[in-house]
């Protein structure tokens, strides 16, 4: 027997979500813990370690289910805004979806007009699925002819017809096997291809994100270690150093620490070294850094080294 618990990041988004499928009208619903103790006890670590969600979905104590939605466009840097959410459902073999508009209108200031989704994030999420053999799947979330989100419950069609291919298989087999199932359904080939026709019918150089973006070079070990006066010695294996050049003043995570963990599992491999760059950054700032932060996870996570400004710092060291 189902016993179903929504952990929400507000009881808003909770509520509509209960609302998506009939399994789970009589769904138990509290808000995401924040206290890593509770945090763990609850089985919630795995989905949690890099950042908040917006639905996490258990059923008896087990994380069955993770959701990220939101009306804004990842366009330009910001696309790694949310990615590490999805990360860790794929990371713990956990169907996740992103429901958001591929396009949209932003309003205000001379900035104001159609967004556009930054395609690596496309890229690094099929790239992840066939890493960890998960679904993470993307659904656009609709938009009217002047690119502005619908906001009728018509827009939840599409994330409706998934949840009942979920669920069907669900009431049958559990969760062994719901992943798998997931990602190779005719449901996920169809949103791929979706991906592949905004590509082309919206983007005008769709062609540029089929190379790494300014902020980051692929560059031998060789060319790292003279650019910055070192002699570093990387395993044998390491040939490349994928340099990702953070142009933050302040350390802060939010799109930095996403991007890092979207530029590793798009370009790094196991022949190639992630290093961050902290520019104007001295490494005694870093060391003020909680251990237990997010921030601070998180660029550990995804780096095999920080050049600061007065120095550069190994993995083991950070």
């Given at each position: ?74 366009s330009g840097h910001n696309v790694g805004q949310r990615y590490g959410r999805l990360l860790a459902a794929a990371e713990a073999r956990i169907p996740a979806v992103y429901f958001g ?186 060391y003020q850094q909680n251990r237990l932060s997010k921030t601070y996870r998180m660029f550990k996570a995804f780096s095999d080294g920080i050049v600061f400004r007065d120095d550069f ?6």
């Open positions: 027997m189902s016993d179903f618990l929504i952990y929400c990041d507000d009881f808003q988004e909770g509520i509509w979500f209960q609302s998506l499928d009939e399994h789970l009208a009589d769904a138990e619903m509290e808000v995401i813990p924040s206290q890593r103790a509770q945090i763990e006890r609850l089985g919630l670590y795995d989905v949690l370690k890099y950042d908040r969600p917006d639905i996490i979905l258990q059923d008896n104590n087990e994380t069955i289910f993770v959701l990220e939605r939101t009306v804004e466009v990842p508009p591929y396009a949209a209108y932003k309003h205000g200031g001379n900035t104001a007009g159609p967004r556009y989704m930054n395609l690596r994030l496309f890229y690094a999420l099929r790239r992840v699925s066939e890493m960890y053999n998960t679904a993470v799947t993307t659904i656009n979330w609709p938009v009217d002819r002047q690119y502005e989100v619908l906001r009728t419950p018509e827009k939840d069609q599409r994330l409706k017809q998934y949840l009942k291919l979920f669920f069907d298989y669900y009431d049958k087999f559990g969760s062994n096997g719901l992943s798998e199932y997931m990602l190779q359904s005719d449901f996920q080939r169809q949103q791929y291809l979706e991906q592949d026709n905004f590509a082309e019918r919206e983007i005008r150089n769709p062609e540029q994100y089929d190379v790494p973006p300014e902020s980051l070079e692929i560059i031998p070990v060789s060319e790292f270690n003279r650019r910055y006066g070192l002699n570093v010695h990387f395993a044998n294996q390491i040939r490349r150093v994928v340099l990702y050049h953070v142009g933050m003043t302040n350390i802060r995570s939010d799109p930095y620490t996403g991007m890092a963990a979207l530029y590793t599992n798009l370009y790094g491999d196991e022949s190639s070294a992630v290093i961050l760059e902290f520019a104007n950054i001295e490494s005694a700032r870093w710092i190994t993995h083991e060291d950070l």
